[in-house]
């Protein structure tokens, strides 16, 4: 198998790290019009570089293709990998553009799509969601993202990042990355009220914080705060109701459960071994990453050994979020952002 990583950005460079480090016999190509970017993962990985995909699927022949650009062209490319028949693994999308299209062609040409959602891949949330849904009663939860956008990717010009773009902003990037785990940890929403402004002295042209209340389904309520003002980086979490009580700060040791028998708070072991990015926050760990590329690769390997019913059946059981539970997760954030369709 051939992959063909479409985007040399900090995620593409990323999946590229993974893969050679840990699928040393997966060939690996990549993509990217900058010419800058090009020149950057040459100079640390041996992997053969083109300035666009037609040329890379010629000369490479990939059999699937990670989609690794900024969120606003992800529709389009997803759609060219799949009318070449490529399996697609896509980052985050921000936005539904051509969803319809892409889940009708993807069906019709027989290839896998998979969609990144990668704290559903961390050992603590797997922890906390078992937590929760073993619970009687309803809980509460209180939970806060925030980091000062200039701090995100300060070897970027702001221009350059899509999280200053309007429509692929900074707080909905948050609110995608969590609102995935906190809907299927607590539940679909059934009414949400957000308050949102602007507190800081950044020039963007959107709201930089917002509080919001929401209320599931099932009667379990929660209190978000997602900013791009925090000038330390912050992921804070509690859940609580008369028999739980978790506390997370977002790294993988700093998830804690009151046990009420000692009255005290216990850590929760996660991770035996923790793989970490400087680039990034410390509440950010490279395992979840990796995870997504094993649960990737064992989807297509099973398209393309179809006799083995049962790791399709295991596989199934893997893969955490897709093309449309997304849809419902962005339609949820655009009645948060108050935009109108």
Request: net charge negative.
């Amino acid at each position: 198998m051939n992959l063909m990583v479409i985007g040399l950005g900090s995620m593409g460079k990323r999946r590229i790290a993974l893969l050679t480090k840990y699928f040393p016999d997966i060939m690996i190509c990549g993509v990217d019009m900058n010419p800058e970017r090009r020149k950057q993962t040459a100079e640390n990985y041996q992997i053969n570089l083109y300035e666009d995909i037609n040329s890379a699927i010629a000369k490479e022949m990939p059999g699937a293709s990670l989609v690794c650009t900024s969120p606003e062209s992800h529709g389009r490319i997803i759609l060219e990998c799949i009318r070449k028949g490529l399996h697609v693994f896509s980052e985050i999308n921000l936005l539904p553009d051509h969803y319809e299209q892409i889940l009708k062609n993807a069906k019709r040409m027989k290839v896998k799509l998979f969609l990144s959602s990668t704290l559903l891949y961390r050992k603590e949330i797997e922890i906390i969601k078992g937590c929760v849904l073993k619970q009687k009663s309803k809980v509460n939860y209180r939970y806060h993202v925030g980091q000062y956008l200039p701090d995100w990717h300060p070897w970027e010009k702001d221009k350059d990042f899509f999280v200053w773009n309007k429509k692929t902003n900074g707080c909905r990037e948050i609110f995608a990355i969590d609102l995935p785990w906190i809907i299927q940890t607590f539940g679909k929403v059934k009414d949400i009220i957000a308050v949102k402004d602007n507190i800081s002295t950044l020039a963007i042209e959107y709201p930089d914080n917002y509080l919001v209340v929401v209320e599931h389904e099932n009667g379990n309520k929660g209190v978000l705060l997602v900013d791009i003002v925090s000038r330390k980086a912050v992921r804070e979490l509690l859940v609580y109701s008369e028999s739980l009580y978790l506390i997370w700060s977002g790294t993988p040791s700093s998830l804690y459960q009151y046990n009420m028998d000692k009255k005290s708070m216990e850590v929760i072991e996660t991770y035996s071994e923790i793989e970490t990015n400087q680039q990034y926050a410390d509440y950010i760990i490279e395992n979840a990453y990796l995870e997504e590329l094993n649960v990737f690769l064992d989807k297509i390997k099973d398209q393309q050994n179809k006799d083995r019913d049962i790791n399709e059946v295991e596989t199934g059981l893997k893969e955490r979020y897709t093309f449309e539970e997304d849809l419902y997760t962005l339609q949820l954030i655009d009645r948060i952002e108050g935009i109108e369709k």
